[in-house]
Nanobody, 122 residues
Framework: QLQLVESGGGLVQPGGSLRLSCAAS????????IGWFRQAPGKEREGVACISSSDANTYYTDSVKGRFTISVDNAKNTVYLQMDSLKPEDTAVYYC???????????????WGQGTQVTVSS
């Protein structure tokens, strides 16, 4: 069964950068779409970015365009989220998830990781 493990979260100052990783096991990612989501306290889970492993097509939510970059390394079975120019409003638990459709609708995703905390604060 496909399992996902996120890492790379932490505390960073506004304007700083972090790179999140989502390592998969149990199945190659090549046939899947991988999405990054986030959930802040008291808010609904929000889709951030997604990528198709087979052709590297990507999709971003408007609030992170130009600041976040999603990428995939099929040899390592890992997806990354490079986050630059971070803002306090980016603070949330970040999750990766897998499905077969390039979408940011969380309900379409079948497998989820446990999440990693990102805190942007001075």
């Amino acid at each position: 069964q496909l399992q996902l493990v996120e890492s790379g979260g932490g505390l960073v100052q506004p304007g700083g950068s972090l790179r999140l990783s989502c390592a998969a096991s149990g199945s190659p990612l090549y046939y899947y779409v991988i999405g990054w989501f986030r959930q802040a306290p008291g808010k609904e889970r929000e889709g951030v970015a997604c990528i198709s492993s087979s052709d590297a097509n990507t999709y971003y939510t408007d609030s992170v365009k130009g600041r976040f970059t999603i990428s995939v390394d099929n040899a390592k079975n890992t997806v990354y989220l490079q986050m630059d120019s971070l803002k306090p409003e980016d603070t949330a638990v970040y999750y990766c998830a897998v499905n077969e459709v390039l979408t940011l609708w969380a309900s379409e995703y079948d497998y989820w990781g446990q999440g990693t905390q990102v805190t942007v604060s001075s």
